[in-house]
Nanobody, 120 residues
Framework: QVQLVESGGGLVQPGGSLRLSCAAS????????MAWYRQAPGKQRELVAS???????NYADSVKGRFTISRDNAKNMVYLQMNSLRPEDTAVYYC??????????????WGQGTQVTVSS
């Protein structure tokens, strides 16, 4: 079983910055993809950014140039640096990881979510 724990959310003014962190733990052999999703009230969960263990990244068009995803593969952690935040970035942000356990079973896990509110 693989657990994900996010941290770093909060209230920030428009134009401000936040850094989210996510730590994965458990019977992890390899994490292939780590990603951040978000879900705003009344909307579907959407992909914000993802990063492979090889370093390839993918961003939603709405965050390109403002958000940066990074990983520490040795620590099984993923980060999301969010700059130039806008009110429309307000959402619950979820960490997601896909990989293999030490028993060679595939897994896909979600964190509990962390609230990001952008408001003056």
């Amino acid at each position: 079983q693989v657990q994900l724990v996010e941290s770093g959310g909060g209230l920030v003014q428009p134009g401000g910055s936040l850094r989210l962190s996510c730590a994965a733990s458990g019977s992890i052999l390899r994490i292939v993809i780590m990603a951040w999703y978000r879900q705003a009230p009344g909307k579907q969960r959407e992909l914000v950014a993802s990063m492979s263990n090889g370093g390839s990244t993918n961003y939603a068009d709405s965050v390109k140039g403002r958000f940066t995803i990074s990983r520490d593969n040795a620590k099984n952690m993923v980060y999301l640096q969010m700059n130039s935040l806008r009110p429309e970035d307000t959402a619950v942000y979820y960490c997601n990881a896909i990989g293999l356990t030490t028993t060679s079973q595939s897994f896909g896990s979600w964190g509990q979510g962390t609230q990001v509110t952008v408001s003056s």
